[in-house]
C-alpha cells in the first residue's frame, strides 16, 4: 500500500495541486469508527516519509462504523492555527460509499483549511450491488493503469 500511494503521488501529486491550486501542507487519514486505539495504520505505515505534519481528529460516536452516509459532524479535526494556509490531504485506504472521506472533507474545510484533496488507495466494491455493475464493466479492461491520473477529466 505504501508503494501505490508513493507512487502515485510521484507521478500525480503535481495533478492534485493543479486541481486544489496548492500544494499539500498537511496530511489526515480518515479516522476509524471502530474505536480503534492509536493512530491510523495507514499513518503508522506512510509517518514522516512524505515531510508534511499530520492532522489528527476526533469522531462522533453517534454514528457506527455501519453507517454509510455523509455527517457534517461525524470528525472535529485539529487544523492548527496558521497565518499560513492549510492544505489538507486526505489519505484514505478503502472507499466503500466515500461518505466518511466526504464528511472529514467537510470538517477540514469548516475547521479552516484552505483546500482539502484525497487520495483513495483502495476501492470496495460490491459486484451483487446493480449500480456497482456498470462501474465493475468500465473498468474491466484495463484494470489497473498507474499513469492515468484520477484528476483527469
Known sequence: MLALLLLFLRDHLACVTVRT???PTHLITVPSTRSRAGAHPLANLVGGRLG???ITS????SYG???HDFHADWFTPFVPTSLEPVHVLILEDTWTTGARTQSLAHALKVAGATTVAAVVLGRHVDP???PARQLLNTIASPVFDTTRCAAED
Not at 476526533?58 to 460516536?61: D, G, H, L, Q, Y
Open 21 to 23: 491550486g496548492a500544494a
Open 52 to 54: 508534511l505534519p499530520w
Open 58 to 61: 476526533a469522531v462522533n460516536p
Open 65 to 67: 462504523p455501519d453507517d
Open 128 to 130: 451483487n450491488y446493480a
